[in-house]
């Protein structure tokens, strides 16, 4: 399944690193999302794109900076991360936000915050 | 604040043995229901959903889900499990109203050979 592709698929990085998660769909959805999935916790929706505009942001501390060029593709910036923020971050597409559709996952990536 | 509950958040069972996971949502609302399926090292992949219609939904690889509404419930079952099954499953649900998918805990399943 290549629908959703995220890079990199492993992170290490240090509290005062600048760093950027990438995804890409290639389902020619018009929402994409970011979530934080960490152990023992439901998925944590963080962001939510509609056609390439911000629709959601659930109180996501602005260490964590999210661009959308375009429908295809969603990037997460992070800046001075703390040790908790370690997490797999999910990007997922689906073909509208404004209703209940299916969500389709890429496989994430494994952030270490040092 | 919306829900979704998973009991068990580790299941062993050995390859032949019937599985059923429960997920119940708090919601009063019109929902859509999923069952997700993370297998080790792979991404979320969806195993089966409902929206309307037949409450007893079929998906991939011989899982099936039952949704009764009056108890606010999404179960997955399957008759004999594998091996292969080992993985986390989730239940998530999407209130009609808006269009947020909540997750549940997720439930990681060991099959034994």
């Known amino acids: 399944e290549t629908g959703v592709t995220q890079t990199p698929r492993h992170l290490v990085m240090g509290m005062t690193n600048k760093k950027s998660l990438k995804c890409e769909q290639h389902l020619g959805h018009n929402a994409m999302y970011w979530y934080k999935q960490s152990a023992k916790k439901p998925l944590e929706l963080m962001f939510v794109?509609?056609?390439?505009?911000?629709?959601e942001n659930n109180s996501v501390p602005s260490r964590f900076s999210p661009e959308c060029p375009n429908s295809s593709h969603l990037f997460l910036h992070l800046h001075t991360l703390q040790p908790e923020d370690s997490a797999l971050y999910l990007c997922a597409s689906s073909q509208d936000a404004r209703g209940p559709d299916t969500q389709y996952f890429g496989p994430g990536t494994r952030l270490t915050v040092l | 604040a919306q829900s979704v509950s998973q009991h068990n958040h580790h299941v062993i069972l050995s390859e032949a043995a019937s599985l059923e996971l429960g997920c119940n949502y708090s919601y009063g609302g019109t929902v859509n229901l999923f069952w997700y399926v993370q297998y080790p090292g792979q991404h979320l992949q969806l195993l089966l959903k409902y929206f309307s219609g037949d409450p007893l939904v079929k998906g991939i690889k011989g899982f099936e889900a039952e949704f009764i509404k009056s108890k606010f419930s999404f179960n997955l079952r399957k008759p004999s499990v594998q091996w292969s099954d080992t993985a986390e499953y989730f239940c998530a649900v999407i209130p009609r109203s808006q269009g947020n998918l909540i997750f549940g805990k997720g439930t990681k399943l060991s099959v034994k050979p």
């Open positions: 794109y509609s056609l390439e505009e911000r629709v």
